[in-house]
């Protein structure tokens, strides 16, 4: 059986299409080694009824499945002639059509960091658009492992020749550069609250020991727009955990509602403590705890607000939630509903970056950013992750400080 960690770098070939837009519809995909040009395996399937930018979609999606399977340490060159799955994977046109968000979110998930996008004429794509039309045709349907390649059976036929694989569920899928035994993928979506009244008005608003107010209309609207933006994963998504404040809280029931799910509380995700900044603006804390604030700009161990928390006691007791969390929900998919300091303190975790790094992001309201967790790496006592997403809204969502970060 040939190893398929020895693909250091491949490219994907992906199309879809639809007979009449929307009608019968259908996806190709071509795994390649992009140094020896070789085949790996092929992906021609059938969607039912769609419209071509959702074959397309689907398209890439399988192509990334595939690469996740048989080439899971591989530098991976996306290559399409869609310009519009192209620019918007690329980050560079927003994404606003219903039907692509949650497929964009899933090949987001999907791809590894530095994935790249190329836009390539059709006479180039030809591969992956024969595929989809076999699979409308009915010549050939699924996943298959060409000679040489290890199938997801491991298994070739006498001449070794291809053979189809069966399907695979997510979690047998091997994770990029990590052995089989750190196969069980535990998907975080993290969800700040919406806007409070605090909120609008740049003050200090912390945790269970400040005045805890709770969202207002806009911030309402906001988290109910994230919640259809999410609501076709519901059925993938296991729970949602919220911190017990109000704000998470009543920002978690309208998630909750609209997935279908029960809300679960987690104290280890609430917001950092400020101690007597609470509810002082930025300009009020320097005017009568000047020394004070002085101290804790840039420093991780000061006491904010003299009762406080420090940022090193907050990131224990987050990480100490993220334990749990990992432990109680291994292999499943959650989401968190938090705080700035949390979800911005679990991103330099997962990135193993110094917590410094709190210090130069940003995160809107009612934001979403998405970490997986792979189990343990070599020679590693802590979870491997990867950030797949970072401050998404909703395409065309208005949130406070301005138009939301891709």
Known sequence: ?????????????????????????????????????????????????????VAEYNGLIGGLRMAAELAPDAEIEVRMDSKLVVEQMSGNWKIKHPDMKPLALEANRLAPFGTTYTWVPREQNKHADRLANEALDGVRSGVTHLAGSSGADGAQGPGGEAVASRPRSPNEVRVRGWSPASDVRTTVILVRHGVTPLTAEKRFSGGLASANPGLSDEGRDQVRATAEWLAPLAERIDAVISSPVRRTRESAEILAERLGRPVEEEHGFAEMEFGAWDGLTFTEVGEAHKAELDAWLGSLDAVPGREGESFRTVEKRVLDALDRVLSERSGQTVVVVSHVTPIKTLVAHALRAPLESVFRMELTPASVTVLSFFGSGPDQDVPMASMRLYNAAPPGATTFGGPPSW
């Open 1 to 53: 059986m040939t190893d398929p960690f020895r693909h250091k770098r491949v490219i994907i070939e992906a199309d879809g299409g639809s007979r009449g837009n929307p009608g019968p519809a259908a996806y190709g995909a071509v795994l390649k080694d992009a140094d020896t040009g070789e085949v790996i395996a092929e992906d021609g399937s059938t969607l039912g009824v769609a419209s071509n930018n």
